[in-house]
């Protein structure tokens, strides 16, 4: 075994033994349902809701920030829906028989993580616009990330990756805007 392979063996290792630990959480009733709510409102309605409420609280001064949001979102989904379709990772939950599903996942694949990619990406162009938001939604998207991999639907290393492309995404968006 190379070095190379060696070391990718070692990071999917690390990988899955995190996986099954943050897993186990959903024995507690709680952390199920909270987890749950949590990634419902990461589908969009948290982000959806975010930019009505910088709209209605800030009229049109809101708008290159609601405006720079939505356009992110739509890199965002054509980038992780693309990533998706070419790397084709199964979830944790359909690989590893110790991994309960916590919730029905959106689509069909792993890598990277959608939820956590978005987060990332709206959470830094929001800030950028209203640091004051920070507080809210430094929080909410950290939660959002554990969600994925506590819930069984993502690998941790599927969140690093999506928020790791949300935020390239997010500081690209705003040299070009």
Request: hydrophobic share 55%.
């Amino acid at each position: 075994m190379s070095r190379i392979q060696y070391a990718l063996h070692s990071i999917q290792r690390w990988d899955e033994r995190l996986c099954v630990r943050l897993n186990r959480a959903l024995r507690y009733f709680g952390v199920l349902h909270v987890f749950r709510a949590v990634s419902w409102l990461g589908d969009g309605i948290f982000w959806y809701s975010l930019m009505l409420a910088l709209l209605l609280q800030q009229g049109r001064d809101a708008a290159p920030a609601v405006v720079h949001m939505a356009c992110v979102g739509f890199v965002c989904t054509a980038v992780y829906k693309l990533l998706k379709r070419s790397t084709l990772r199964p979830r944790p939950y359909e690989v590893l028989s110790v991994v309960a599903r916590g919730a029905a996942p959106l689509d069909a694949f792993s890598f990277p993580s959608g939820h956590t990619l978005h987060a990332v990406a709206f959470t830094l162009v929001a800030v950028s616009y209203c640091p004051w938001l920070a507080a809210l939604l430094v929080p909410f998207t950290l939660l959002v990330a554990a969600s994925r991999v506590v819930l069984g639907l993502h690998y941790p290393t599927d969140v690093l990756a999506g928020g790791t492309i949300g935020a390239a995404l997010a500081a690209a968006s705003s040299l070009l805007l």
